[in-house]
């Protein structure tokens, strides 16, 4: 059986806001192609920024309330490895 992730439960969501993210980077392409002013350009791009960035923390806080919190509850090298790997995304997110 394959491990359920924190999102398993509302995949559909998730998925609707991947594409709703999409369109934003699509929107983006469409405004190059048009020409667009450039600071209209730069708006979206922060738009896109802040909708990717508000995705990647509502995973992460998903990923601490499930993974890392049942692996804590069972204990042993699971729970210290979770951890880890749950502090280096943590250092990425806010390196980007």
Request: glycine letters at 4%; hydrophobic letters at 40%.
């Amino acid at each position: 059986m394959a491990e359920q992730h924190s999102y398993s439960n509302h995949k559909d969501d998730v998925l609707k806001r991947l594409r709703r993210i999409e369109g934003q980077i699509r929107g983006l392409q469409r405004m190059v192609e048009q020409d667009t002013y450039c600071i209209d350009v730069l708006t979206q791009v922060s738009a896109s920024t802040r909708a990717l960035q508000s995705f990647a923390l509502q995973m992460l806080e998903e990923h601490l309330a499930h993974c890392v919190s049942n692996a804590i509850n069972a204990g042993g090298d699971e729970a210290a490895l979770k951890l880890k790997e749950a502090n280096a995304a943590i250092a990425r997110l806010v390196r980007s």
